[in-house]
């Protein structure tokens, strides 16, 4: 062979008395042979002339491509220990070249060779492993480090590792791993090392999304007694978050205030989520109208943090408002911003404006999502627009189901149901698995709530039949056949006459329990800085102390029958069922058996039944247990909590304190959503408060939320009982304007402000003044 003649005609460079000469014919030869045919033209014979620095040479070729250099490397090898300085340069090249499946097998070859990794390239290796997202292979490279006997490594190697233990999920051994060189760092070793902030970041990063507040808590102490690190504005908005998300403020503003004249956007933004998230929305928006005039220019993250706070506080006003400088500032709203505030507006009862937001959305091209589609469906059956949520429904439905999930089916099987027709709801379960989706935990719960209610025993058999994949069925029955067993199970009598909610004090002192008022030693604040950028951000920072918000705006999670929460969800199933009747012995013994059972892990909706029904039966030394309890478990309470100690005093009468509770609430940053705003109405009317009740009417339309058929009624009622006619007609006027269906409940009031006001003309027609007659005598 051609090629082949030119590597036999190589001479030794042992023999020939140019040396270097003789190395650079042999390196041009074999590196022709190499780019022309390839390594397999190579002659063995050839392989005792192959010195150290003709295979170094041959690797520095650029000429040459990276796979060949790789053959050439294997091809010496068969009779030649290649050194330290050869691997490290063809790992070299692997990287740059992007051929990191081959790094494995030559580790395994080093390892043959006895051969060390330098310190240098086994950095360059975790970094281009890490950066392709090939992180057992790093770890490969860690181990191989590890077991050639260390002698290279250097800690600040372990900040690739670290960052490739994140992104692999492996959390405890990077925290553990982390430590260890934290530990280090005080021998004089490796006395120079210092955490890199892209390594400490990355970390705190996983452990803030694996809601590991404790490890995360503890990393931050380390850090902080680092003297040589320093976080930088990354870190320090990591932290900020984290802590701020846990309910930590005090260490988020000090954060803040640590960064004294460093904070960015994404400082602002997150102190604004933070404040969110902890329900002190009015707080958030007096941020932002300081980060306007701060220097910095909000972005699209500000907008949609702000805006989704705003919604979910049930201040569409406020929403709004955003919302419009978001679009003259030129940001354009996404899809999860626009399923945000759709879903605030039919919250607040504003249809209209809510049919009329999601045109805009398809006019200006955002895409609708399966989402999209399911809040405007359940906003619709949730105001009384049942009709255009089952045409939506079945339109989407002819388009391919590509707009409709199984989320939808489980809205429209819970309309079903409410609305009594169960056999529509079994039909549509079918459908739904037809299609392919899954049967959750929720649309089984409608379906036993409504043959409860319908008293259909035979539902055990109409589930099985139509409900055939899964298991979730049968652990439903074989759940339900264990509860009926202990139900049927005598007390035990030594509990016959143990209240199971003792009550610590009575309901009407339910301010003490609320938040009580604790004078507090009014400590000087200090002084701000007078070229601060963010005073407000200032004086929020020196009062972290300040009350906690009542509840937060927490998002529920969906039930899908999970194996930790299935006993305590399908607790909360049948207490509905048995509440729903009124059956409060069957849910009381429910309740004591599952605290037999151990189950501990009640959710706010638990308490927050048991406590509803105790009210609407007048059980208010019960119902005061039961907060009690709730509180005594650590269970946060929620606005529906709040609701029904509204809906308690005012239907004791005492709408003062209801009152005093709903301004103790505002105070603290709490918001009010329209069940709450009707429940106080309700209460004020009925005590004959009816400027206040007014006033709070008025309120509710200011802040963004629009009265619902609830709101008027209860408003003509307690006008028309009062003897205010006019104020009941000017109700039922604004409630027509409104475009707001009637209900039954209105017909039964107009017909009673119909006859009061019949009553009123009869008794003004009957004072009629008689003119006098001028023939009579008398006059």
Known sequence: MRHGRGANAVV????????????????????????????????????????????????????????????????????????????????????????????????????????????????????????????????????????????????????????????????DLAVSIFFKLLEGSSNSYVNSYVPGNVAVNELMVGLRRGEMKEEFKTVFEKLKGVERYRFDNYGYNICIHGFGTWGDLETAFSLFREMENDADICTYNSLIHVLCLSGRVGDALAVWEELKVSGHEPDDVTYRVLIQGCCKSCRMGDAMRVFGEMEYDGFVGDTVLYNSVLDGLFKARRVGEGCELFEKMVKEGVRASCWTYNILIDGLFRNGRGEAGFTLFCDLKKKKGQFVDGITFSIVVLQLCREGKVDAAVKLVEEMEDRGFTVDLVTISSLLIGFHRQGRWDWKEKLMKHVREGNLVPNVLRWNAGVEASLKRPQSKDKDYTPMFPSKGSFVDIMSMVNPKEEEASSPLEEDDPWSSSPYMDQLAHKVNQPKPLFALARGQRVEAKPDSFDVDMMNTFLSIYLSKGDLSLACKLFEIFNDMGVTDLTSYTYNSMMSSFVKKGYYKTARGVLDQMGDNFCAADIATYNVIIQGLGKMGRADLASAVLDRLTEQGGYLDIVMYNTLINALGKANRLDEATRLFDHMKSNGINPDVVSYNTMIEVNSKAGRLKEAYKYLKLMLDANCLPNHVTDTILDYLGKEMEKARFKKASFVRTKPNNNDPSS
């Not at 390839?38 to 005792?48: I, M, R, V």
């Not at 030649?80 to 990191?100: M, P, V």
């Open 12 to 171: 030794s460079s042992k023999t020939s008395p140019f040396p270097h000469l003789s190395t650079i014919l042999i390196t041009a030869s074999l590196s022709k042979t190499l780019s022309q045919s390839g390594p397999q033209s190579l002659n063995p014979n050839t392989l005792p002339s192959i010195s150290p620095p003709i295979v170094l040479q041959i690797l520095r070729r650029n000429s040459l491509h990276p796979s060949k250099k790789l053959t050439f490397f294997k091809w010496c090898r068969h009779n030649y220990k290649h050194s330290t300085s050869a691997y490290s340069h063809i790992l070299r090249t692997l990287c740059r070249s992007n051929l990191l499946s081959e790094i494995p097998d030559l580790l395994n070859s080093m390892r043959e060779d006895a051969v060390s990794l330098d310190q240098t390239t086994s950095k360059i290796l975790l970094d281009s492993l890490i950066a392709s997202g090939k992180y057992d292979s790093a770890l490969g490279v860690l181990d191989y480090m590890e077991e050639s006997g260390g002698g290279c490594l250097n800690p600040s190697v372990y900040d690739s590792v670290v960052i490739a233990l994140v992104k692999k999920k492996e959390m």
